[in-house]
T-cell receptor, first 114, second 114 residues
Framework: GAVVSQHPSRVICKSGTSVKIECRSLDFQATTMFWYRQFPKQSLMLMAT?????????EQGVEKDKFLINHASLTLSTLTVTSAHPEDSSFYIC??????????FGPGTRLTVL | DQQVKQNSPSLSVQEGRISILNCDYTNSMFDYFLWYKKYPAEGPTFLISISSIKDKNEDGRFTVFLNKSAKHLSLHIVPSQPGDSAVYFC?????????????FGKGTKLSVKP
């Protein structure tokens, strides 16, 4: 299957700092990528849809000024959590549709805000 | 309001027997369904999918059945192996076309006992 990478896999930061998470599609091009978050023992919740060359589309209740998304190329989308707070601690996962009509997911990034 | 429901949070099966994971949905506009397997702190791994024009898709030990009239799908794993122990998510593609986002159920934790 197609490969999606995320970096970093784990990050710990202090409250008030900003954290950038990178998502790369390694063997396919993605005009659209998705950012999800998962709280412990809960399902994956879509945060936003990242569109190459245009603004991201955010789900209801997700602050666009807090979760900045940039999709600068067909293989890279970034999520920046600005002024992070402990309640932003979560598991963030990105995904994109590969050529075989399958949505492939990255390995996820564990964010811990102290 | 949950559009994709996995009503069994957990399932325990003996090695070699069949595992049946169920999923119900409410939105008749969903046109594509996928099953993912997920380990803790990892991204979901694609298993198998089915289009709404089909009622069955098989890939090795995995078979997905779709009953559109009942808005129900199930994943059969046979024979079950201890390595199948993980959380299984059912996902449906929204009406955003081929690049639409996925809506996930809450997952079913499968435990396959040797």
């Amino acid at each position: 299957g197609a490969v999606v990478s995320q970096h970093p896999s784990r990050v710990i930061c202090k409250s008030g700092t900003s954290v950038k998470i990178e998502c790369r599609s390694l063997d396919f091009q993605a005009t659209t990528m998705f950012w999800y978050r998962q709280f412990p023992k809960q399902s994956l919740m879509l945060m936003a849809t990242s569109n190459e060359g245009s603004k991201a589309t955010y789900e209801q209740g997700v602050e666009k000024d807090k979760f900045l998304i940039n999709h600068a190329s067909l293989t890279l989308s970034t999520l920046t959590v600005t002024s992070a707070h402990p309640e932003d601690s979560s598991f963030y996962i990105c995904s994109g549709w590969g050529a075989t009509d399958t949505q492939y997911f990255g390995p996820g990034t564990r964010l811990t805000v102290l | 309001d949950q559009q994709v429901k996995q009503n069994s949070p957990s399932l325990s099966v003996q090695e070699g027997r069949i595992s049946i994971l169920n999923c119900d949905y409410t939105n008749s506009m969903f046109d594509y369904f996928l099953w993912y397997k997920k380990y803790p702190a990892e991204g979901p791994t694609f298993l198998i999918s089915i289009s709404s024009i089909k009622d069955k898709n098989e890939d090795g030990r995995f078979t997905v059945f779709l009953n559109k009239s009942a808005k129900h799908l199930s994943l059969h794993i046979v024979p079950s192996q201890p390595g199948d122990s993980a959380v299984y998510f059912c996902a449906a593609r929204s009406s955003g076309g081929s690049q639409g986002n996925l809506i996930f159920g809450k997952g079913t934790k499968l435990s396959v006992k040797p």
